[in-house]
Structures are given as C-alpha cells and as structure tokens.
C-alpha cells in the first residue's frame, strides 16, 4: 500500500510553545490529507480536513486558530500546535487519501502518529 | 448515542480460541464498514472491509447487517500477535469521504 511519514515522530515542549507536525505521501499525490487526534484510550476524533491548495475544514469544537493546517503540496500537509498547553498532549495523526488506491475514492493510508507531550 | 459503538472489552482469551466483536453504528446513510487494527502506541492499520455479503481473510471473517445497523468481526484460532485493538470504523456519504471511528476494543492473547 502507499507510504505515509509523518515528522517527528515524538515532541516534548514547555507550554505556550508551537509545534509543527508535518504529513508526507511517499509514494502518491494526495489530494485530500486527514487529521486525528487520539487521547488515552479513546477513539481517533477526526480533527481538520486538508485540500491541496485550499483552506482545511475543522469539526466542530477544534479551533482553527489553534491547530493551524497548510496544505501547500500534494505531497505534504502540516499541522501548527500554536501556544501548546498540556491538555493539548495527545497522539496526533494524519491520513491521505490515494484516489487511484484499490478503494477507490474512500482508501485512506496513515501516518505513523506523532506523541506530543506539552509539560 | 455515539456514532460507532463497540464492545468495551478487553478480551482476555487463550491461543486458539474464537473471538467476536460487535460493533453498531448509528447513522443509516453510512456507506462503507471496516476493520482496523491498532497496536499500542502506533496508527491503525486497515485489517479488512466489511461488505454486505459478508467476507472472509484466512482467520477472520466480517459481516454486516444494514438493517440492525450492526458489524462484526471474528478471529477463529487466535494467534498471540492477534493481541491489539480492533477498531470498527465507518465511512459516511459526502465529497471528503470522512472516517468515523469507535472506540475499540482491546484483545489480549494469552499463551
């Protein structure tokens, strides 16, 4: 299946800092690139939506002043913790979407997950 | 009601024994079901989709039923490296094709 990175892989910080995450398909241009956040034993919560040379979509309840998402490439979309907080500690993951992929429209492949740590 | 619920778990069986987990979602316009697989501390990986004819992978084997809004998964023969938690996610309808998640449960294989 296809690649995707994701950079760096761990964060700690001190609060009131900003942190970038940066998602990468190795392999395919995607024109569409997801991301999640996961906290302990909770499910993924779909967090933005990133188009290619748009500006992202944000579920309700995620601000988007605070989770900045540049999506300046087909290959590459980044995601800005800006003035991170503890409560923003959590696992932040990205997928992209490969619409040549066997699903079709619908195959997401995803990142390896970035554990950020705000102290 | 939450949008993808599934059994709260964790199962804690031994090598071999057949397992099953349950998964109903709420929104009846959903269009596409799967399986994911996440081990501790990493992303999920697609285990399988789940179609309405049902389908089977070796040991594991998923079926869907649209009118009880109801999908499962059952791993026949459990290995050790079964040990994980399997994620029933959710496509709804609409232009960006959005994964919705449950909450997963956890599997613990036991020698």
């Known amino acids: 299946g296809a690649v995707v990175s994701q950079h760096p892989s761990r964060v700690i910080c001190k609060s009131g800092t900003s942190v970038k995450i940066e998602c990468r398909s190795l392999?395919?241009?995607?024109?569409?690139m997801f991301w999640y956040r996961q906290f302990p034993k909770q499910s993924l919560m779909l967090m933005a939506t990133s188009n290619e040379g748009s500006k992202a979509t944000y579920e309700q309840g995620v601000e988007k002043d605070k989770f900045l998402i540049n999506h300046a490439s087909l290959t590459l979309s980044t995601l800005t913790v800006t003035s991170a907080h503890p409560e923003d500690s959590s696992f932040y993951i990205c997928s992209a979407r490969d619409p040549s992929g066997s699903w079709g429209y619908n195959e997401q492949f995803f990142g390896p997950g970035t554990r950020l740590t705000v102290l | 009601r939450k949008e993808v619920e599934q059994d709260p778990g964790p199962f804690n069986v031994p090598e071999g024994a057949t397992v099953a987990f349950n998964c109903t979602y709420s929104?009846?316009?959903?269009?596409?079901f799967f399986w994911y697989r996440q081990d501790c501390r990493k992303e999920p990986k697609l285990l399988m989709s789940v179609y309405s004819s049902g389908n089977e992978d070796g040991r594991f084997t998923a079926q869907l039923n649209r009118a009880s809004q109801y999908i499962s998964l059952l791993i026949r023969d459990s290995k050790l490296s079964d040990s994980a938690t399997y994620l029933c996610v959710v496509n709804h309808s609409g232009g960006y094709s959005t994964l919705t998640f449950g909450k997963g449960t956890m599997l613990l294989v036991s020698p």
């Open positions: 392999d395919f241009q995607a024109t569409t």
């Open positions: 929104n009846s316009a959903s269009q596409s």
